[in-house]
């Protein structure tokens, strides 16, 4: 670790997969000055998202907006909600997320409003965070939580980069979908590293986390319980923008 600075530490898609989590944090070991960041969908598909919203919020975390939180606040702020976005999301992992509240016995509405105070982006000067990305074809303060929270290929498929001098880290996609990435690995492009690894797919099961200040990658897998920590170069492929979108499975 940098003598002269606390580590960032950025987590991915967690996805209800509270014990995984747990356990991954006891690797990193955050110190009291290090920073940590989620990237939102800490809800759904996996079987505690109760667990890990109350956790990430009673913790001096940070925490970006997900799809999967965006989708709840639009189904529970709308009652005009048309009843197939309520099947989308429930099929889509919410089912797992009304389960874990009710066997939790946790009241959801504190972690509702908490939600609805979670930022799109962080500037973190030389690192940039978001959950899916943005739309290089629209400026900046002209994008909206549609960009941040559900861009996939446009943004995977920027031939530069956004920004000159930040990387943009990211989840959402999972980075075996991306072409030639294999399960476990993250996935690198034109300015963006994403580190959605697919701690709920059966494909997969490894939940990532990034030490940006050592470039130091922590993995758990949810379903083995197997823990590794790899330098960046050994976790990472890097993906051809030209490739993007080529027979991928782009799921919610």
Same mark, same amino acid.
């Given at each position: 670790m940098s003598a002269n600075s606390h580590r960032r530490i950025v987590i991915?898609?967690?996805?209800?997969?509270?014990?995984?989590?747990? $356990?991954l944090l006891s690797a990193i070991a955050p110190m009291k000055e290090d920073q940590v960041y989620f990237l939102g969908d800490l809800i759904d598909r996996g079987p505690q998202s109760a667990q890990v919203v109350n956790f990430v919020k009673e913790s001096s975390y940070h925490c970006?907006?997900?799809?999967?939180?965006?989708?709840?606040?639009?189904?529970? $702020?709308?009652?005009?909600?048309?009843a197939s976005i309520v099947q989308s999301w429930l099929y889509s992992g919410g089912q797992a997320t009304v389960t874990s509240y009710q066997q939790a016995t946790i009241s959801? %509405?504190?972690?509702?409003?908490?939600?609805? $105070?979670?930022? $799109?982006?962080?500037?973190?000067?030389?690192?940039?965070?978001?959950?899916?990305?943005?739309?290089?074809?629209?400026?900046?303060? %002209?994008?909206?939580? %549609?960009?941040?929270?559900?861009?996939?290929d446009k943004f995977h498929s920027m031939k530069a980069p956004y920004f000159p001098d930040k990387l943009i880290i990211v989840g959402h996609t999972i980075t075996f979908t991306l072409p030639d990435v294999v399960p476990g690995k993250l996935a690198q492009g034109k300015g963006w590293l994403d580190i959605d690894t697919g701690a709920y797919h059966p494909r997969s099961g490894w939940l990532t986390a990034i030490d940006v200040t050592n470039w130091l990658v922590y993995q758990i897998n949810v379903v083995t319980r197997r823990l590794r920590t790899l330098p960046l170069k050994e976790a990472v492929t890097k993906v051809e923008p030209t490739k993007i979108g080529i027979g991928r499975n782009r799921g919610r």
């Amino acid at each position: 670790m940098s003598a002269n600075s606390h580590r960032r530490i950025v987590i991915g898609d967690v996805h209800g997969h509270y014990e995984g989590l747990m $356990t991954l944090l006891s690797a990193i070991a955050p110190m009291k000055e290090d920073q940590v960041y989620f990237l939102g969908d800490l809800i759904d598909r996996g079987p505690q998202s109760a667990q890990v919203v109350n956790f990430v919020k009673e913790s001096s975390y940070h925490c970006l907006l997900g799809n999967h939180e965006q989708m709840l606040l639009n189904i529970l $702020t709308n009652p005009q909600i048309a009843a197939s976005i309520v099947q989308s999301w429930l099929y889509s992992g919410g089912q797992a997320t009304v389960t874990s509240y009710q066997q939790a016995t946790i009241s959801p %509405e504190e972690h509702l409003e908490w939600f609805k $105070t979670l930022p $799109t982006h962080l500037d973190l000067g030389d690192i940039w965070l978001t959950h899916a990305g943005v739309d290089p074809s629209i400026p900046l303060p %002209e994008q909206t939580a %549609e960009q941040f929270c559900w861009v996939r290929d446009k943004f995977h498929s920027m031939k530069a980069p956004y920004f000159p001098d930040k990387l943009i880290i990211v989840g959402h996609t999972i980075t075996f979908t991306l072409p030639d990435v294999v399960p476990g690995k993250l996935a690198q492009g034109k300015g963006w590293l994403d580190i959605d690894t697919g701690a709920y797919h059966p494909r997969s099961g490894w939940l990532t986390a990034i030490d940006v200040t050592n470039w130091l990658v922590y993995q758990i897998n949810v379903v083995t319980r197997r823990l590794r920590t790899l330098p960046l170069k050994e976790a990472v492929t890097k993906v051809e923008p030209t490739k993007i979108g080529i027979g991928r499975n782009r799921g919610r």
